[in-house]
Structures are given as structure tokens and as C-alpha cells.
């Protein structure tokens, strides 16, 4: 089974502050994904990479970045993190960028106050 | 814009009869549909899929039903049971993007 592993379940930081969060995935996949999850706004994307030091914008970039220096490790970025940014954030892995299954981390619930 | 669109936000379905989701895309260059299960504090797992080409798709007690015309998709869980309550997001992939829906609540009742 293809494991994702976020590093950190819960994470509470202050406004200002840089955050990171990391993902890792076991299975070799050259594709990986960091969503938002947010009440009434289902899963929105904020990156995601198709290869080593690739990166594409999502639908929702600002005030992220993004770091995939090692196929199986991709990290998110909050340069300066702001209250707008509490939500919960899910890292995904897939084999195929667009037609196949995704294989979601059990997410970091991120509270900025 | 919302390319795909659950209505509907929350279902409460007896054990053992049909629970039944929809969804509607706008895209008609989305050609491989998804459905992902998600409880509380975990992340979405996927559950059933369907490419373009066919119009159902069955694994289990899961079937998921595709209108090409009506650019509509639909999943049918039969018996449900407990164990499926939980959020269900459906997804739509093409063209080089992929589009969530804002997911559908379901409660079984025991």
C-alpha cells in the first residue's frame, strides 16, 4: 500500500511566523500534491510538482511556496503565515498526474493565531 | 468557477437500503471521474473510479454510474452500512486538471 506521511497531525503557529510542512510518499510516484481543506470549499489545490525541483501553481499559490528537492519528500510553505491560512492541509501522492487515484496523507490540521 | 458540483451537502440513509450521491461537471474535457471516502481527522481515500468510455462501473457494494451527455456521475452504495458515514468527494480529471467537489456528508443510521 502506498503510504503518504505528513509529519505533523496539529500544528499551531503565530501570525508572521514561516511555517513549514512536510510530506513524504514510499511508492515512487514522480507526482505530488498539496490541497487545502476548508468548510462549504471542498479540496483546493496550492501546488503541485511532476518531478525533482518541478513545480506548478495550483488554484490558490499566494502565500505558499513550495520545495521538492528529493523525489519522495515535498514540503509547503507559509513564508509568512496569516490567520486566513488556518485550515486543513493534505499532501497527495499519484502514479499518473490527471488519470489516476491520488493517495492523501492523513493531513496537518494548522491553526495560525 | 466550479467545475464540479455536488448538491445536496448531506444524506442520511437507513442501514441497509441504497445511498445514493450525485455530481455534475461543466468541463466536457474531463474524461476519468472519481469518488474519495474521508473520515474526520484522516485524508480522503480513493474508493471507485470510471474512465470516459464506459458508463458504470461496479467494486463491491460501490457502483458508480456515468451520463456522458448530461455530464453527470452518480454513486450508489448498496447495503450501506455504518461504516460509510463519511464525507464523499467526487473528482473529475482531463485536459490536464482535475476538479474536486466540495464533498457530500453521509450518515447511516443503524
Known amino acids: 500500500d502506498v503510504k503518504v506521511t505528513q509529519s505533523s497531525r496539529y500544528l499551531v503557529k503565530r501570525t508572521g511566523e514561516k511555517v513549514f510542512l512536510e510530506c513524504v510518499q514510499d511508492m515512487d510516484h514522480e507526482n505530488m500534491f498539496w490541497y487545502r481543506q476548508d468548510p462549504g470549499l471542498g479540496l483546493r489545490l496550492i501546488y503541485f510538482s511532476y518531478d525533482v525541483k518541478m513545480k506548478e501553481k495550483g488554484d490558490i499559490p499566494e502565500g505558499y511556496s513550495v520545495s521538492r528537492e528529493k523525489k519522495e519528500r515535498f514540503s509547503l510553505i507559509l513564508e509568512s503565515a496569516s490567520t486566513n491560512q488556518t485550515s486543513m492541509y493534505l499532501c497527495?501522492?499519484?502514479?499518473?498526474?490527471?488519470?489516476?487515484?491520488?493517495?492523501f496523507g492523513n493531513g496537518t490540521r494548522l491553526t495560525v493565531t | 468557477d466550479q467545475q464540479v458540483k455536488q448538491n445536496s451537502p448531506s444524506l442520511s440513509v437507513q442501514e441497509g437500503r441504497i445511498s445514493i450521491l450525485n455530481c455534475d461537471y461543466t468541463?466536457?474535457?474531463?474524461?476519468?471521474f472519481l469518488w474519495y471516502k474521508k473520515y474526520p481527522a484522516e485524508g480522503p481515500t480513493f474508493l471507485i473510479s470510471i474512465s470516459s468510455i464506459k458508463d458504470k462501473n461496479e467494486d463491491g457494494r460501490f457502483t458508480v454510474f456515468l451520463n456522458k451527455s448530461a455530464k453527470h456521475l452518480s454513486l450508489h452504495i448498496v447495503p450501506s452500512q455504518p461504516g460509510d458515514s463519511a464525507v464523499y468527494f467526487c473528482?473529475?480529471?482531463?485536459?490536464?486538471?482535475?476538479?474536486f467537489g466540495k464533498g457530500n456528508q453521509v450518515v447511516v443510521i443503524p
Open positions: 497527495a501522492s499519484s502514479q499518473q498526474a490527471y488519470n489516476s487515484p491520488l493517495h
Open positions: 473528482a473529475a480529471s482531463g485536459n490536464n486538471r482535475l476538479a
Open positions: 468541463n466536457s474535457m474531463f474524461d476519468y
